[in-house]
């Protein structure tokens, strides 16, 4: 079973930065791709970035390249967001969640309905 919980979320003065994690109790963690969406309110859910299970692969939103990076630690079953230079418009909920599917080198993991479990979110919100 997957149960995926992200903490980390806060308020924070734009330049700041803050630092996601996503964790889960389950012992197959370290087979999935795990990616990172946030969502505003009335908006469709964003890609932000993504990690393959290796660690070995990474993908990025335009908007996140340059100020996040994605890691993960598959001994702790734990993958994390860092976020530097955090702007207003970076506000948001942001959610990890686990893609089952074997990995396609072909194809890059930023769609949100190919992933199969997701955490409740946690709060992000930057003040200007």
């Known amino acids: 079973q997957v149960s995926l919980v992200e903490t980390g979320g806060g308020p924070v003065q734009a330049g700041d930065s803050l630092r996601l994690s996503c964790a889960d109790s389950?012992?197959?963690?370290?087979?999935?791709?795990i990616g990172w969406f946030r969502q505003d309110p009335g908006e469709e859910r964003e890609f932000v970035a993504a990690?393959?299970?290796?660690?070995?692969?990474?993908y990025y939103a335009d908007s996140a390249k340059g100020r996040f990076t994605i890691s993960r630690d598959n001994a702790k079953n734990a993958v994390y967001l860092q976020m530097n230079s955090l702007k207003p418009e970076d506000t948001a909920v942001y959610y990890c969640?686990?893609?089952?599917?074997?990995?396609?080198?072909?194809?890059?993991?930023?769609?949100?309905?190919?992933?199969?479990?997701w955490g409740q979110g946690t709060q992000v919100t930057v003040s200007s």
């Open positions: 389950g012992r197959m963690f370290s087979k999935y791709t």
């Open positions: 969640a686990a893609d089952f599917s074997p990995f396609d080198p072909t194809a890059e993991p930023t769609i949100a309905s190919e992933y199969d479990y």
């Open positions: 990690v393959i299970w290796s660690g070995d692969a990474t």
